[in-house]
């Protein structure tokens, strides 16, 4: 698929089958959640800028390597999305974190804001949109929207699990961004859910049902 990274590292195949799992808790959903996310962070970020750095090791000089510009900004569409900033900010504790709230109408499945919150500087930066589901898309493609009007024009959106139909959508309404995921599953049912996915991923994160 064109845009699109599946990352199946082993480690990641692994931890994802047990958060698939109904009978998996709510404190090892969310750990798990968190350790992917180190993970996928890792590969979204492979191509970062590099820039060369003087510096003095205990033993000598030498140039070592540092990213190029400003650093990265994660936004996790509310409220399921925060499972995965943790983890990402475990490997890049620089990043800032922008939020996006947004709510999926259960009966027409459109998306609705109702907070919205960046950095300054959001445009300068590249940034990273964050959703475990990525179902019908609808979510994915307004948060894309609302940072697009903030000036932003480097952004990839990363999340657990994709159905072809919100691949799809996203491609069709921002073929510019390119996505990452973990698993790309069968289908959307007739409510929005990912099939076979792994259920409501903020209601397994925070324990709501």
Known sequence: MDGVTVIDHPLVRHKLTIMRRKETSTAQFRRLLREIATLLCYEVTRDLPLQDTAMETPVGPMTGQTIEGKKLVFVPILRAGLGLV???LDLVPSARVG???LYRDPETLGAFEY???APEDVADRLCVVIDPMLAT???AVAALDRLKERGVDRLRFVCLVASP???ERLRAFHPDVPI???AVDERLNDHGYI???LGDAGDRLFGTR
Do not use: C, K
Request: hydrophobic share 40%.
């Open 86 to 88: 943790e983890g990402m």
């Open 99 to 101: 939020h996006v709230g």
């Open 115 to 117: 907070y919205f919150r």
């Open 137 to 139: 898309a609808n979510t």
């Open 165 to 167: 139909e919100g691949i």
């Open 180 to 182: 990452w995921t973990a």
């Open 195 to 197: 099939v076979p996915g």
